[in-house]
């Protein structure tokens, strides 16, 4: 018996959710006394995992871009080899669409959005943020194998000291009905799915040509940018970048909202950020019932300050 991770990657790197997943999964195969594998799709270097805890890996070079009914075969077949009674997955775009597939395959229970270790092991029980990360549930699972989908940034990364053997793995592939015909990508440095700290703007920008500051406040931080609806809705930013309940969800470790009044179904999408800070120039904004700090200011006079500030304090802490 072994735990089993599936591992995300793009043009044969993985991305921050691998690694993550990975030390989780060591955690929780610690826990049961097991050994953890992980199953990876064209990953140039397999070992690396293994700075993260893995033991195994499983890597499918036959495998062409994301298709998550493919993928969720291909993922049974391995937890089968491996005889995987927990199999873990992230909580990206991807692996929210794959999961429900995966579990049916599994003929698993499925746990979404874990922020931690189990509680206990008999009867297995994890917890679950809940109700737009307003509150946490404690969830048994009682089937024979459990699929967790662990929520962004909940774990984090561990190294371990250990190393991973490779083997290549070549499960019998289900064809794809998924044609893709192009794919845009945002041309950030940092990505929002990836990013512990997120920038983000709205409205009290006042117009796309003042973004030069939650830029420079990004490029310091090393965070990603990203904006409110109504600014992706005017064309000031890309969509790619909107956040909230219709955009992306972001689970940041440092959200700065500037110049956004917290409209409910923003601070839905962002409420698993562990700190947020606002500013805004009107006090009254419902943003600042939900942030952990607060600046009331005019943005074109408080970030350039903060961004001096950032600066300074990293020249002298270099």
Not at 96 to 106: D, S
Request: charged share 20%.
């Amino acid at each position: 018996m072994s735990v089993l991770v599936y591992t995300e990657s793009q043009e044969g790197q993985f991305k921050k959710v691998a690694l993550e997943v990975a030390s989780y999964g060591k955690a929780v195969a610690e826990q049961l006394g097991t050994t953890l594998t992980a199953l990876a799709f064209s990953a140039n270097d397999p070992s690396q995992l293994g700075n993260y805890g893995v033991d195994k890996v499983l890597n499918v070079t036959s495998a062409s871009r994301f298709d998550a009914k493919v993928y969720a075969n291909a993922i049974k077949q391995a937890a089968e080899k491996e005889n995987a009674k927990v199999v873990i997955v992230s909580s990206s775009a991807d692996s929210k669409y794959l999961a429900p597939l995966l579990a049916i395959e599994l003929d698993a229970a499925y746990a979404s959005n874990v922020v931690a270790t189990p509680t206990e092991v008999s009867p297995f029980t994890v917890k679950r943020s809940a109700f737009t990360n307003k509150a946490f549930s404690f969830t048994s699972l009682n089937t024979d194998v459990k699929l967790i989908g662990l929520s962004k940034n909940a774990y984090g990364l561990v190294e371990n000291s250990g190393s991973a053997t490779t083997e290549d793995f070549s499960p019998t592939l289900l064809d794809s009905n998924v044609e893709v015909k192009s794919v845009d990508r945002s041309t950030d440095k940092v990505t929002i799915a990836d990013a512990e700290i997120v920038v983000s703007g709205g409205r009290g920008l006042k117009g796309p040509e003042n973004w030069g500051i939650i830029e420079e406040l990004a490029e310091v931080l090393g965070a990603a940018t990203a904006c409110s609806k109504p600014v992706s809705d005017l064309g000031w930013r890309p969509h790619s970048e909107h956040v909230g309940q219709t955009g992306k969800p972001v689970a940041s470790n440092l959200y700065i909202a500037v110049g956004i009044s917290g409209a409910i179904q923003h601070l839905a999408g962002i409420n698993a950020s562990k700190v947020k800070l606002v500013i805004n120039t009107d006090p009254e904004a419902p943003f600042f019932k939900a942030a952990d700090y607060g600046v009331v200011g005019d943005a074109f006079e408080v970030v350039p300050i903060l961004i001096e500030k950032l600066k300074e304090f990293k020249s002298q802490n270099a």
